[in-house]
């Protein structure tokens, strides 16, 4: 048997040629024309001398390039890596090393830090995507167009479900990076269930903000939008406007985020836009607070926000509150078609359902990576007994949703009791000063760790720092144990984040 995921992009170029595939800004590109100019770029890489099996590395915002070099990689039989255009040379040459890239493809922004990772890392070669269709030849590398000009549409490349078609690379908060191998099998299912479990329709225009180089977008929107035939709009950064503007430009119905970026469009001016298009949201990456998603709903009637949960390790999803007349606020949701899940205690024996039980998340099914690229002891302590420990901790209920109260690593444990961060946050948001909030634990010699928070304001807020902070904490003790609420509160003008929005609690931790 053979399969590759670009079989994905052919299939419903075949269905609907001229239907619109990608939209940026005025430029829109027919299924037919990006399933043609993949395989084009498929034929020079192949005429390049990379050959079947080998890795080519790709480090782009959300433009139109990244589809075209993805899925022409993916056509060529290659194994693609998506990379953080933002990363550093030394960063940049781990990667290319860690993951055998042969070859890498960079925005011309950020080539200066591409050339010396390619420099540093050897023997591979440097494409460069312009930043604009009039702009020089880039100083370092080859100019990317110049995969455009094969004369011959290459079809996608037989493969065995089993060999690797991504390597996602985990965010390395507890040591380097590592890269999950995603299969060919396992990303055309993630897709295709993703695509029932939004029901998507044929008409769905999707909106691509969420960085194509994460797994939540590459998987939940660009790969699940491509295997169901809607039309994709990549909008290359997260800014209020440009999102608004596209969502009324294009009329976007279905939008994936990250809580941050549910709380930035809560808090918009919506002046007088005519958004109605939208009919789903779906959040993920983080918990969303209970208070963001009431309030983003009555903001923006008729576009419900459906909370899941995934990792890189399992193509971005697990489990998903399927509709509005099913969900269970503050869940995770219920487990995906083909996947299993349960929660286990330290001796990684299943417990039993209710709130009083909190153990690890553990999962199995087509959903779980191949495993950690070279990382044999890795891979075999994340998949004991055959199941994935997610390191999330969480419980389940009676009618099988699931909840998360946090990562194991965040957990506060504060002179013998475990305080979960979240359910901290979620008090903290419903003061009405508070924009975000992240709680962390900072190390107390006479309890172990003390319960810290990190807030920052909604505009307009009159209340000096020192008077939110005394309020904050006043609040927190009205509504939660002794030992819970936290004891210091940290005014901050924004919250540190990642490449996909999501808080980073480790720069938290630093200061």
């Known amino acids: 048997m053979s399969f590759n995921l670009a079989t994905i992009l052919r299939e419903s170029a075949l269905a609907n040629p001229d239907k619109p595939m990608l939209r940026m800004g005025s430029l829109s590109l027919s299924y037919a024309e990006v399933d043609g100019m993949t395989g084009r770029v498929a034929t020079a890489l192949r005429r390049s001398g990379l050959e079947p099996g080998d890795t080519v590395a790709v480090q782009l915002p959300n433009v139109p390039e990244f589809v075209f070099a993805f899925f022409g990689a993916l056509k060529a039989g290659l194994t693609v890596v998506p990379l953080n255009p933002l990363l550093k040379a030394p960063e940049i040459s781990y990667h290319l090393r860690d993951s055998g890239s042969r070859l890498l493809v960079t925005w011309a922004p950020f080539a200066e830090e591409a050339a010396k990772g390619v420099a540093e890392a050897g023997d591979v070669d440097l494409y460069v995507v312009p930043a604009s269709p009039d702009a020089p030849p880039p100083a370092d590398g080859i100019p990317f167009d110049r995969l455009y000009t094969a004369d011959e549409s290459l079809d996608p490349e037989p493969r065995n479900p089993d060999d690797t078609a991504v390597i996602i690379y985990t965010s390395g908060t507890t040591g380097k990076p590592k890269g999950a191998e995603l299969t060919h099998f396992q990303t055309f299912m993630a897709a295709t269930v993703a695509a029932d479990t939004f029901q998507y329709r044929d008409d769905d225009v999707s909106m691509a903000v969420l960085p194509l180089f994460h797994v939540f977008g590459l998987s939940s929107v660009m790969n699940t939008a491509v295997r169901c035939g809607a039309t994709l709009v990549l ?41 109605s298009s939208l009919r789903v949201c779906v959040s993920g990456g983080a918990s969303i607070p209970g208070e963001v998603l009431r309030g983003f709903e009555a903001a923006y009637p008729g576009a419900p926000v459906l909370e899941g949960y995934g990792l890189s390790e399992t193509c971005a999803m697990a489990t998903f509150n399927r509709s509005v007349d099913e969900r269970r606020v503050l869940s995770i949701g219920k487990r995906l078609w083909g996947v299993e899940v349960r929660v286990v205690d330290a001796e990684d024996r299943p417990l039993p359902t209710g709130p009083e039980h909190v153990g690890e998340i553990c999962l199995r099914g087509h959903v779980v990576m191949k495993g950690y690229l070279g990382r044999p002891e890795a891979t075999a302590e994340a998949m004991r007994g055959g199941w994935f420990h997610t390191g999330d901790l969480g419980y389940g209920d009676e009618e099988g949703f699931f909840y998360i109260v ?76 002794a030992y819970k609420y936290p004891r210091e509160v940290v005014v901050v003008d924004d919250l540190p984040k ?14």
């Open 235 to 275: 909008v290359p950064r997260f800014e209020v406007g440009a999102v608004l503007d596209a969502i009324e430009q294009h009329r976007v119905s279905v939008f994936c985020g990250v809580p941050t970026m549910f709380v930035a469009l809560l808090h918009a001016d919506q002046g007088g836009r005519d958004l």
């Open 406 to 481: 946090d990562r194991k690593k965040d957990l506060v444990i504060r002179g013998g009791f475990n305080v979960y961060p979240r359910e901290v946050e979620e008090v903290l948001n419903e003061h009405p000063a508070v924009l975000e909030a992240a709680v962390i634990g900072r190390p107390d010699e006479r309890l172990g760790e003390e319960v810290v928070a990190f807030v920052s304001l909604r505009p307009g807020t009159s209340a000096t720092p020192e008077e939110v902070r005394d309020e904050i904490m006043a609040f927190c003790r009205e509504r939660m144990a």
């Open 498 to 511: 990642g490449p996909s929005g999501k808080v980073l609690k480790t720069e938290l931790r630093a200061r």
